[in-house]
């Protein structure tokens, strides 16, 4: 007499052939509606404004590894603050809890079309008044 169970017609196959296919899980992607609000805590440091309602982001991308592309001008090309802006922007979007809204992101500075200030949003303009400046 043998130790091993006979098999059966109704036994099911256990190899690795018999499993439906299984992609793997698609990382999650974050929403350009996400990304923009993110980056209002981009603040200009000569006008206390947000990037955002200063008009200053023309177009957001986000690829599907989560990485995000910012088209962005200054007010100025001669801006110094460069350097300041892109810091707060990877901070806004790259660190937080778990990791941040993105993996990692890139800013291409653009230049046209050049920034007027008939880009600012209503609140950029509502806050520059509240500053004292006339818009």
Known sequence: MSDE???RETDVARSAEALPE???PAAEVAALEDVEEALR???????????????????????QDNTAT?????????????DVIEDQARA???TGPG????NDFRINWV?????????ITEEGREQLR????TV
């Open 41 to 63: 805590d981009v603040v200009d440091p000569e006008l206390g404004i947000n990037v955002v309602d200063l008009g200053l982001v023309y177009d957001i991308r986000v690829e």
């Open 99 to 102: 990791g941040g809204l993105v």
């Open 5 to 7: 169970a006979p098999v």
């Open 111 to 119: 230049w046209m079309p050049p920034w007027g200030p008939e880009k």
């Open 92 to 94: 806004a979007l790259t």
């Open 70 to 82: 910012v088209d962005m001008t200054l007010t100025s090309a001669a801006c110094p603050l460069t």
């Open 130 to 133: 509240a500053l004292g400046f």
């Open 22 to 24: 299984q992609s793997a």
